[in-house]
């Protein structure tokens, strides 16, 4: 199977594709992408967490975090 270079001709086979098989296409991106953000947020939460535990930033109020903003 040859890979495809470029957006164009990934679009290019999906159109050859059926139907059917083109839902599946569908599908599955959507759950890869799905899990790709979900990966993205949960590696987000752990580099937070870990700043917090090294002191790197501290709770603050809504109201602390606006004042800090408009500063």
Not at 3 to 25: C, G, H, M, W, Y
Not at 47 to 60: D, I, R, S, V
């Amino acid at each position: 199977m040859t890979t495809p270079k470029n957006f164009a001709e990934v679009l290019d086979s999906a159109d050859r594709l059926s139907i059917e098989e083109q839902e599946d296409l569908i599908s599955i991106l959507q759950n890869r992408l799905r899990d790709r953000r979900r990966a993205d947020r949960v590696r987000d939460v752990r580099e937070a967490q870990n700043e917090f535990a090294e002191g790197k930033c501290h709770p603050a109020t809504p109201q602390q975090l606006m004042e800090e903003i408009l500063l």
